[in-house]
Every structure is written in C-alpha cells, then in structure tokens.
C-alpha cells in the first residue's frame, strides 16, 4: 500500500493521464483485508466534476466475470439446476432458442464452450440491434440469430472472443431462474457483497438515484483537440457481454470476493471459473518480460508472471475502458476504471506492473512505456510500405447513384438502407447496438467501394471492403467485410421490398 499511497504513485499517474488525454481515472485496491481507492481529475470535463472513487462507470466487458459467475452459481446448484453443467450442450438447456449455422455446431457447443469463446462463433457485433432500432434485440433474439450467422472456425480450434454467447449466457440464467439478468445480479451478488450502487444499464443506476455520480464518457478528438463528451448508453441487447455501471469502491469488493472466496463465491464456484479453456495469445505476442501468454476461463482471463497467477479482465466501449486484475498467491487485486476509450495501455500498464511488482518487491524500475513502446512499434510496422497492400487509385463514379439505392436485408445482419449524402452513397446505422455509418467512396468497375465506417460516439474513420451485384441497370445485392475472422468472406445483402424482419 505504500506505493500507491505515495506522491511518486499520484504524479505519475496524472502525467499520462495529461499525455494520453485521459479526463478521470478512478483506481482501488485490495491487499488482504486492507483496501484502498482514489480517483484522479474529471468525471465531467465541462463542470469539472471531481472523479472519485465512488464515481460510476460502464465497465463494458469486465462485466463478463459477473455473467460467468453467474452461471457458475446454477451449476452449483445440483437441486435446482441439476441439467446446468460446464459440459451441457447449450441446445439441451436451450432448445429451439439456441441453435447454430450447421448441425454439428449446434449438436455440440457446451455452456463453457460460451463461456471461453470457443465456439467458433466470431464477434459478429454490428449484426444487434440497440433501442434505437425499430426493433430492438434482448437477449432472446440474439440467441435466436446465431442460426443466421456464419461460423469461422471449427468448434474448440480456436479461440475467438465473441460478445454474444454471453448474452445467450444471459439469456440461459434468465430462462433457468425465471428472473431477469439485473434482478438475478442483484439478488446474488450486489446486495449480498454490498455493491449498493451497481446496476446493470445506466438507466438502472438513474432509478436508483445515482445519476448524478456516472461518469460522462469522453473522446479525444485529435483533429479538433477537444473532448466529445457522450452519456453511457443503455445496452440491454447487450447484457451478460457488458453494460454494468459501477464505481471502484464497489468493484474492489467483487474483486475482493473473488480473491477471498466470499458470499456467493465458494470454492467450487470459484475453480470452475478459472479453470483454463483456451489460449487467448497462441503466438505469445507482445508480453512482457516474465510474463506467460494469456488463457481464457470463463468470464476471467488467466496468465503467469514471474510464476505468480494473475487473473482477470478488461473492457472496452465507447467513452469507457476498465480493467481489473488479482494475483490469489499474493492476496492482493486492484480495479481501475476511466471515462475514455481514446487511450492507449499506458496507464493500466503503469499501475499493474507498478503495483505487482511492489508487492513481489521485485528490484528494479518499472516502465510505465513497456506496452506503449510495443504499440508505437507496431503501428510503425503497419504503416511499411512493404507490409501494406498496395493502394489502388479511385477511379470515377460514372453509374448514376440512385442505380444502388434502396433497402438491403441480410437474416443475420438485418436490413440497410442506401441512400445518398452529399453525393455519395451512404448508409445510417445508428440504430445498431454499435452506432455508425458508412460513407462508399467508389474504387473501381462501378461495383467495388471502400465503405468508411464511423462510429455515431467516436468518429473514427475505419475502411471496410464493399461490393455491389448488378442484374441489368440496378444493384441487387451488396457484400460488406464486416466480419474479419470470416478471411475476407463478405456478408451480401440482397435488395428488398417489403418488411423483411417482420
């Protein structure tokens, strides 16, 4: 506890925050029963509201821990929920409900299959639709729409992280309990570990009278130097994935009861959480000295440093990041939350090693730049000339635009509608659970596009592959690379008429 009381700790801590644009920072810490937290500049830029350690924040996917838990809880509970096992085919337990592209999926994915994303299910994540959406999805229909969506490795080959099966995860505690997720959260584990101001959703905490301390979510926009300031959305289409709002104080104490097996984390619970199922980082890139690769748990992730285990879990949304972590050998864990997804590791990076290694009293500095350094290397190596594909110059649209207007359905990915804007073709997705839009600059042969993808929170400009299927004069179909892992396999959708969600 001496380092992070120390004024060193502090200073360092609010330079990166400066240099990396970081406008709150909110840390605690446990080592064995003591427990420590603080916070560090603004939880809103514009009133310059302190953040505090009881500020709130969206955690986005160190939620999962709770999700595994979760079901953890119904497998240890052979009298209510005998059939829920880590080996139980998700079809069995679900029925009609879950049901996978092929057969063979189907006939064979296991609740912990789900839970260490093996499934070979990729993240698909613009295919859910948010509460903007004319129909928004839950957890129900996001587990029925797996069937539409492709697969793209076999099952337990290969570890792809995806956000859905821990909504279908969601979805399974809701289905087993008869309770919602948020009441069965509450219920288990928020009031019995006193997290009295943790919700699931922002819309949650508001009703409980905790508007007033979430946390603004911030970007930095470099173009324009200034911060774009953003309210946390409610997600519920996300759930089991994310979307729970906490502070540091009442985080540390998740955190604490993982480490110390306390109120619904007994033993048994707990060694079936991190139990190790499949290799994050197979090419053990980018680690750190004495540091193993990574393996994923179920909600937790797993690696070795210095022959210690540490476990634990980041997330990442719009406006938001958080990582927590605890090293069970050492007794000791800490959970450190911002409002900025902008950011680089620096900062975590500085407070992990810094503190890890004060408790190992390992000898020697600690770098704060360690995973910067890689980083900056890497974006450097991105950018060869000899390692990028070769540009292809844009050549003229000469096809009148209103040959591909109109509305394009994919079962999967719902329906697009293009249009034009500012003379180019243009599609508005803000009513997906992830918000964008895309903006088609024409390549070549009137069918070939690069679709600029920005996020409706964010701005940043990502490029996508896009192409266009004629019959006679007009667009019939239109293929997006919106899923990488699927090897340069687009997802087409055909023009349609008519209400084809219905």
Not at 262 to 286: F, H, M, W
Not at 355 to 369: P, T, W
Not at 384 to 411: C, F, I, M
Request: with cysteine; glycine share 6%; net charge negative.
């Amino acid at each position: 506890m001496d380092v992070f009381h120390s004024e060193t700790f502090s200073s360092k801590i609010k330079e990166l925050m400066e240099e990396h644009h970081i406008p709150g920072f909110s840390i605690a810490v446990v080592h064995g029963d003591q427990v420590a937290s603080t916070g560090y500049g603004y939880a809103d830029v514009k009133s310059s509201k302190p953040c505090t350690a009881d500020t709130l924040f969206d955690i986005a996917s160190s939620s999962k821990s709770l999700t595994a838990a979760a079901v953890a809880l119904l497998v240890d509970d052979d009298t209510k929920y005998p059939e829920v096992k880590y080996e139980a085919i998700m079809s069995h337990l679900l029925p009609d409900d879950f049901v996978m592209p092929k057969a063979e999926y189907t006939e064979s994915v296991t609740v912990e299959d789900i839970l260490s994303h093996r499934s070979g299910m990729p993240r698909h994540d613009i295919s859910y639709m948010g509460p903007r959406a004319a129909k928004p999805d839950d957890a129900r229909s996001i587990t029925r729409n797996l069937r539409n969506l492709a697969v793209a490795a076999p099952l337990r080959v290969k570890h792809l992280y995806c956000n859905m099966m821990y909504t279908v995860a969601a979805h399974l505690v809701e289905v087993k309990t008869q309770q919602s997720f948020s009441s069965f959260l509450e219920e288990r584990f928020f009031r019995p570990l006193a997290m009295e101001s943790t919700s699931v959703q922002p819309a949650r905490a508001r009703e409980k009278g905790f508007g007033d301390r979430i946390a603004t979510g911030y970007y930095w926009d470099k173009e324009k130097s200034t911060y774009r300031g953003f309210e946390p959305p409610d997600c519920p289409e996300g759930e089991g994935a994310g979307s729970i709002v906490t502070s540091a104080n009442d985080f540390i104490k998740w955190v604490k009861a993982l480490l110390h097996h306390e109120g619904p984390i007994n033993k048994e619970v707990y060694k079936g959480l991190v139990r190790l199922r499949s290799i994050a980082n197979p090419d053990a890139v980018r680690l750190e000295p004495f540091e193993s690769p990574g393996f994923y748990a179920a909600g937790l992730e797993v690696y070795y440093y210095r022959g210690y285990t540490v476990v634990g879990h980041d997330g990442m949304i719009s406006g938001f990041k958080s990582q927590f972590f605890f090293l069970p050998e050492l007794d000791f864990g800490v959970a450190m939350l911002a409002n900025t997804s902008s950011e680089d590791e620096s900062i975590r990076n500085f407070v992990r090693w810094e503190l890890i290694n004060a408790v190992l009293k390992a000898r020697g500095e600690v770098s704060a730049k360690g995973s910067t350094d890689k980083g900056e290397k890497k974006q450097k190596e991105s950018d060869d000339p000899k390692e990028k594909e070769e540009e292809q110059e844009l050549h003229p649209q000469t096809t009148p635009l209103s040959a591909y207007v109109g509305r394009y359905w994919n079962p999967g990915y719902h329906s697009f509608t293009v249009q034009i804007k500012d003379e180019k073709l243009f599609i508005d997705a803000s009513d997906r659970s992830f918000g964008f839009t895309l903006t088609f600059d024409h390549k070549s042969d009137q069918t070939k596009y690069i679709a600029h993808l920005e996020d409706i929170y964010e701005g940043e400009d990502e490029e996508l592959k896009a192409e266009f299927v004629f019959e006679g004069d007009r667009a019939v179909k239109l293929g997006i690379l919106f899923e990488p892992e699927l090897e340069e396999e687009l997802i087409w959708f055909c023009k349609s008429e008519g209400d084809m969600d219905a």
